[in-house]
T-cell receptor, first 115, second 116 residues
């Protein structure tokens, strides 16, 4: 069974630009969560999608948004990039909402560098 | 609020030594789940184990073992006879119901270096 895939693996952008990251969950998984990982803040929850609806959101500004498609694939968008947005963005999928009743499986991440 | 504390930032051991990674959690909920993940240099978090709050039975899987003690709110992870391939950052995580949804909190991670 294929794991969670994320594209692209690496991105370099400049301040002010916007970026879209993509995540394809494990087949049959309907919940997709996004996390930001930085050396200073660790792993921080961004948001979670289930059945094309955002069900849960972390404490991030509105520049961070996402969506989920009918095939459960998800995209995350960051607008007006700031230097502090440089991070590893991880996507996780699970069979049910939230990962608490089922395990979250992570993708390899997208490493975003903002110059 | 829930919190996961991994007090050990970095640990170095010589190959074949045993090593224990500590995890202490805080939650007011009676129903919750605890996880351990491994993050090798490639970046992907690899799921290792899940334990629910009603199951305090310790578990052993090969060289890995987990000790869950509700009385001390701890969920420690031991690697026996460590190997170089065990070098990674290990995260402990807590998941609990929150307003009808699950909320996952990760610890700050423990970087394990196994020296050959």
């Amino acid at each position: 069974k294929a794991g969670v895939t994320q594209t692209p693996r690496y991105l370099i952008k400049t301040r002010g630009q916007q970026v879209t990251l993509s995540c394809s969950p494990i087949s049959g998984h309907r919940s997709v969560s996004w996390y930001q990982q930085t050396p200073g803040q660790g792993l921080q929850f961004l948001f979670e999608y289930f059945s094309e609806t955002q069900r849960n959101k972390g404490n991030f500004p509105g520049r961070f948004s996402g969506r989920q498609f009918s095939n459960s694939r998800s995209e995350m968008n960051v607008s007006t990039l700031e230097l502090g947005d440089s991070a590893l963005y991880l996507c996780a999928s699970s069979r049910v909402l939230g990962g608490g009743t089922d395990t979250q499986y992570f993708g390899p991440g997208t490493r975003l560098t903002v110059l | 609020a829930q919190k996961v504390t991994q007090a050990q930032t970095e640990i170095s051991v010589v190959e074949k030594e045993d090593v224990t990674l500590d995890c202490v959690y805080e939650t007011r909920d009676t129903t919750y789940y605890l996880f351990w993940y491994k993050q090798p240099p490639s970046g992907e978090l690899v799921f290792l184990i899940r334990r629910n709050s009603f199951d305090e039975q310790n578990e052993i899987s090969g060289r890995y073992s987990w000790n869950f003690q509700k009385s001390t709110s701890s969920f420690n992870f031991t690697i026996t006879a460590s190997q170089v391939v065990d070098s990674a950052v290990y995260f402990c995580a807590l998941s609990r119901p929150s307003g009808g949804y699950q909320k996952v909190t990760f610890g700050t991670g423990t970087k394990l270096q196994v020296i050959p």
